[in-house]
T-cell receptor, first 110, second 114 residues
Framework: SQQGEEDPQALSIQEGENATMNCSYK?????LQWYRQNSGRGLVHLIL?????REKHSGRLRVTLDTSKKSSSLLITASRAADTASYFC??????????FGGGTRVLVKP | DTGVSQNPRHKITKRGQNVTFRCDPI?????LYWYRQTLGQGPEFLTY????????KSRLLSDRFSAERPKGSFSTLEIQRTEQGDSAMYLC????????????FGEGSRLTVL
C-alpha cells in the first residue's frame, strides 16, 4: 500500500508559471522526500525535509511540511519545459525504507 | 559515472518462464532496495538489504520472488513461473545506512510477460 497521496494527479502549465503539488500521508514520519522521474527512467532525489523542519529551499524548489496535517507541498517556480516529469513524495517512518505516493504528472508547455 | 546499474533494461518473456534481474549499487552504499512500479503508479517497496542481510520483505513479494545479495555488493531479483501480472518496471536503489539518507535509483528493468 502507498502511504502518500499526491494531488493533483496531473498538472499542465505554461513555461514560466509556478507548479504546486501536494502530498498527504497517514502515519508519523522521520522525514519526507521528493523525487522526480522522467518517462521510462529511474527516480532522481530532489529534496529532503525532516520532521522537525517546516520549509526548505533548493534552487527553484520550495518544500513545506505540516506534520499536524500530515501534508507536504512542492513548489517549482518559473517552470521550464525540462521540468516535465512525474513527481513523487516519499516518506520514511520506522524501518529504513521509503514509501512512495502515486505521483503528480507535470506537463510544462513551451 | 558509477551510479546504480541494472541489467537487463528490458526483458520480454512468456508466461511461466523464470527471469532474473541484476543490480549493481554505488560501491560504497551498504543498503540496496528493490521496488516495483506499474504504469502510472508510484514505486512499491519489495525488499531491502543491509550488506548481505535481507532485512525486510514486503507481502507483495510472493514465494515466486527471491532476492539475494550474496557478498553485500550486487543483488539479483529472480521471478519464477512469471505471470502477466508481474509485468512492471523493477527498480533498484542504493543508499548509505548512516545519517539522513536518500535513495539513488538505477534506470530500471522493464519486464513484459506475454
Amino acid at each position: 500500500s502507498q502511504q502518500g497521496e499526491e494531488d493533483p494527479q496531473a498538472l499542465s502549465i505554461q513555461e514560466g508559471e509556478n507548479a504546486t503539488m501536494n502530498c498527504s500521508y497517514k502515519t508519523s514520519i522521520n522525514n519526507l522526500q521528493w523525487y522526480r522521474q522522467n518517462s521510462g527512467r529511474g527516480l532522481v532525489h530532489l529534496i529532503l525535509i525532516r520532521s522537525n523542519e517546516r520549509e526548505k529551499h533548493s534552487g527553484r524548489l520550495r518544500v513545506t511540511l505540516d506534520t499536524s496535517k500530515k501534508s507536504s507541498s512542492l513548489l517549482i517556480t518559473a517552470s521550464r519545459a525540462a521540468d516535465t516529469a512525474s513527481y513523487f513524495c516519499a516518506t520514511e517512518a520506522a524501518g529504513n525504507k521509503l514509501t512512495f505516493g502515486g505521483g503528480t504528472r507535470v506537463l510544462v508547455k513551451p | 559515472d558509477t551510479g546504480v546499474s541494472q541489467n537487463p533494461r528490458h526483458k520480454i518473456t512468456k508466461r511461466g518462464q523464470n527471469v532474473t534481474f541484476r543490480c549493481d549499487p554505488i560501491s560504497e552504499h551498504n543498503r540496496l532496495y528493490w521496488y516495483r512500479q506499474t504504469l502510472g503508479q508510484g514505486p512499491e517497496f519489495l525488499t531491502y538489504f543491509q550488506n548481505e542481510a535481507q532485512l525486510e520483505k514486503s507481502r507483495l513479494l510472493s514465494d515466486r520472488f527471491s532476492a539475494e545479495r550474496p557478498k553485500g555488493s550486487f543483488s539479483t531479483l529472480e521471478i519464477q513461473r512469471t505471470e502477466q501480472g508481474d509485468s512492471a518496471m523493477y527498480l533498484c536503489a542504493s543508499s548509505l545506512a548512516s545519517g539522513v539518507w536518500e535513495l539513488f535509483f538505477g534506470e530500471g528493468s522493464r519486464l513484459t510477460v506475454l
